[in-house]
């Protein structure tokens, strides 16, 4: 199975800050990568698919880059409601998998 | 407006069985695979299923293959998890998402998500 690491497992932030968040594939997934908001008690939430591309309707402050193993997922000028959970995942090969999440809260 | 509603959670002994349901709207069921995601209480998300939009190609994790079975009726615009064999570990939310493949990559991405239904197995 591929197995995905993200960095950090947490991260602080303030309002108004630039963040990077990072994932990487134990094997190359090509673009195949996926990044998902999850705040307490709701469905994730599709942001970013092919590594890089907005899904309809994301703002453009989301973004993704990366591609075989390295990704990162940055999120620019931090609003209230940027703090959640962050999780990558790669549907290259079955079993998909995910990270294990980036929780990103204020400072 | 795309939709998924999961239904079909509950209370379950170990070694008793479920049936989820996902039923879709908005879009045309039969032209995309789907999948399966679960949440256990506090922890990250897990993938456990998928099947291609014919039905032909199913997919699992390792920690459910031989006890969940995938399925779906496109006449019903609906998506089914059979799940047998529960066990103390299998209590989650479970998600059903729906993929799009992209002309770009190899898989496809789960662009559309449902609230969840929770399953609880316990004595």
């Known amino acids: 199975d591929i197995q995905m690491t993200q960095s950090p497992s947490s991260l602080s932030a303030s309002v108004g800050d630039r963040v990077t968040i990072t994932c990487r594939a134990s094997?190359?997934?090509?673009?195949?990568l996926a990044w998902f908001q999850q705040k307490p008690g709701k469905a994730p939430k599709s942001l970013i698919y092919a590594a890089s591309s907005l899904q309809s309707g994301v703002p453009s402050k989301f973004s993704g880059s990366g591609s075989g193993t390295d990704f990162t997922l940055t999120i620019s000028s931090l609003q209230p409601e940027d703090f959640a959970t962050y999780y990558c995942q790669q549907y290259n090969t079955y079993p998909y998998t995910f990270g294990q999440g980036t929780k990103l809260e204020i400072k | 407006e795309v939709q998924l509603l999961e239904s079909g959670g509950g209370l379950v002994q170990p070694g008793g069985s479920l049936r989820l349901s996902c039923a879709a709207s908005g879009f045309t069921f039969s032209r995309y695979a789907m999948s399966w995601v679960r949440q256990a209480p506090g922890k990250g998300l897990e993938w456990v299923s998928a099947?291609?939009?014919?039905?032909?190609?199913?997919y699992y994790a390792d920690s459910v293959k031989g006890r969940f079975t995938i399925s779906r009726d496109n006449s019903k615009n609906t998506l089914y998890l059979q799940m047998n064999s529960l066990r103390a570990e299998d209590t989650a939310v479970y998600y059903c998402?729906?993929?799009?493949?992209?002309?770009?990559?190899?898989?496809?991405?789960?662009?559309?998500w449902g609230q969840g239904t929770t399953v609880t197995v316990s004595s």
């Open positions: 099947i291609s939009a014919s039905g032909a190609g199913t």
């Open positions: 998402a729906k993929g799009t493949k992209r002309p770009s990559t190899v898989g496809a991405e789960m662009d559309v």
């Open positions: 094997q190359g997934i090509s673009n195949d």
